[in-house]
């Protein structure tokens, strides 16, 4: 069957909701940005939205192209694949889950745009949490450490050039919503994280950063993040990059483990 394709979010949401909903670890980067994007007061033109078909009429896949970002997949069989490359425009890259991979890699060669991996995230789910020793304490963002956050913003923006993510998907909805957990040592803020809505009993812990980079708080703000989201969903994620040595073993200190992977794979410079 061919992809179906809408650059309205609630088109999308009505049409793949309830297949993203069916497995929403593995479907998580799209049921997170469709929501945000969904309560976008102004929709930004430009993002794109398709789901996939089986013979059977059922949706079996789909991608989301958030503003600014390459496109990002569900796990898709191989015939929603070789037809997704004549639907997305072959030189922005795309987000797939690893088993995906391979096909494609082929698809895109087919069409002329040779890929490789430029990323590599492992998705880790809480399993059972183990709360680390810490010096300090936690406590929930409120509407006057706006303009603290707004500087971490975009001291971790600069720190990461290239990231496209929005303001007000780091900062503004979850300090709104009570979703940023300060950490705080003698009475001073010096590390946040930040976490998506609940989605289907779903939460991914992210932007996490202390600026002084010490792992020490870094570990105490992310036992504090898990610790709340833990209360709230039944399934709490966190990404972290393959490569990172440490921040895997500090998440598999904190109950942690690897359940998936996503590869980010971009066109190979000539």
Wanted: hydrophobic share 45%; glycine share 8%; with cysteine.
């Amino acid at each position: 069957m061919p992809w179906s394709t809408t650059c309205d979010v609630h088109e999308f949401t009505a049409a793949a909701g309830e297949f993203l909903a069916s497995a929403p670890v593995e479907h998580s980067p799209l049921l997170t940005e469709a929501d945000y994007l969904s309560r976008r007061p102004e929709p930004d033109a430009d993002q794109g939205y398709g789901w996939w078909t089986d013979d059977a009429g059922a949706v079996a896949g789909a991608f989301l192209r958030a503003p600014r970002h390459p496109p990002v997949l569900t796990p898709l069989p191989e015939d929603a694949v070789h037809e997704l490359v004549t639907v997305l425009p072959v030189d922005d890259g795309v987000g797939c889950d690893v088993t995906s991979v391979d096909a494609v890699l082929a698809a895109w060669e087919h069409r002329g745009t040779p890929l490789g991996p430029r990323h590599r995230l492992v998705v880790h789910r809480l399993g059972t949490f183990r709360p680390p020793p810490a010096e300090g304490r936690s406590r929930i963002a409120e509407e006057a450490d706006g303009p603290l956050l707004d500087s971490w913003y975009d001291a971790l923006m600069a720190a990461n050039p290239g990231d496209p993510s929005d303001r007000a998907y780091v900062v503004a909805d979850p300090l709104a919503d009570r979703r940023i957990v300060l950490w705080e040592i003698e009475g001073e803020p010096v590390a946040m994280a930040g976490r998506t809505r609940v989605i289907t009993g779903m939460t991914r812990v992210g932007a996490v950063f202390a600026p002084s980079g010490d792992p020490r708080v870094e570990t105490a703000l992310l036992g504090a993040a898990t610790a709340a989201a833990a209360q709230l969903a039944d399934d709490v994620l966190v990404l972290a990059p393959r490569s990172d040595r440490d921040g895997v073993a500090r998440l598999a200190g904190l109950g942690y483990r690897a359940v998936r992977e996503r590869v980010l794979l971009a066109p190979l410079k000539g």
